[in-house]
Antibody
Framework: QVQLKETGPGLVQPTQTLSITCTVS????????MQWVRQTPGKGLEWMGF???????EYNSEFKSRLSISRDTSKNQVFLKMNSLKTEDTGVYYC?????????WGQGVMVTVSS | DVVLTQTPPTLSATIGQSVSISCRSS???????????LHWLLQRPGQSPQLLIY???RLESGVPNRFSGSGSGTDFTLKISGVEAEDLGVYYC?????????FGAGTKLELK
């Protein structure tokens, strides 16, 4: 069955870089888009960006040049990297499958940005 | 960016009651390909969101048929015909027509 699981650090210091891995099973990354969505106390659910089945990416301009999404299809993994973290980046980060919908979600990983 | 306005923010219901949630968009969600990418999600307490309805009115596999969606253009509605205890949580509309994709602020369904 389809499964998605995010792993990452629970605590990151301000100005540092966040790295999260989404490991999937039950489908191929070369057949589906993979989205990143976060949920913060200040802004609720926010779409961050996606990586297409072909490997190209699109980002929410809200995150400007801070965000990078990549993947390793041989390991069934998708990666999120975001630099210059601020306290307001504290929240739960989700990967989700889908092109323009979000049919499967991971459990999410809580990230706290604090010194 | 497209703004999705959900009403009401909170909904109190008894078991068996039928309820509706509205989602209004700041611009039409009709895509140039003829599809309308307006979806409904439910986030139960302590869980990640799950897809209930996609493309306005299509029921996701495994979702009970007491859930239904309707609407077009800028006005959309989610209806629950006979609330059950497992339906409690926060409902979100989300649009995938215009990038950046955006979410409504949510409607919390609680027991009266």
């Amino acid at each position: 069955q389809v499964q998605l699981k995010e792993t990452g650090p629970g605590l990151v210091q301000p100005t540092q870089t966040l790295s999260i891995t989404c490991t999937v099973s039950g489908f191929s990354l070369t057949s589906y888009y993979m989205q990143w969505v976060r949920q913060t106390p200040g802004k609720g659910l926010e779409w961050m960006g996606f990586i297409r089945s072909g490997g190209s990416t699109e980002y929410n301009s809200e995150f400007k040049s801070r965000l990078s999404i990549s993947r390793d299809t041989s390991k069934n993994q998708v990666f999120l990297k975001m630099n210059s973290l601020k306290t307001e980046d504290t929240g739960v980060y989700y990967c989700a499958r889908g092109v323009q919908d979000f049919d499967y979600w991971g459990q999410g990983v809580m990230v706290t940005v604090s010194s | 960016d497209v703004v999705l306005t959900q009403t009401p923010p909170t909904l109190s219901a008894t078991i068996g009651q039928s309820v509706s949630i509205s989602c209004r968009s700041s611009q039409s969600l009709l895509h140039s390909n003829g599809n309308t990418y307006l979806h409904w999600l439910l986030q139960r307490p302590g869980q990640s969101p799950q897809l209930l309805i996609y493309s306005v009115s299509r029921l996701e596999s495994g979702v009970p048929n007491r859930f239904s969606g309707s609407g077009s253009g800028t006005d959309f509605t989610l209806k629950i015909s006979g609330v059950e205890a497992e339906d409690l949580g926060v409902y979100y509309c989300v649009q995938g027509t215009h990038a950046p994709y955006t979410f409504g602020a949510g409607t919390k369904l609680e027991l009266k």
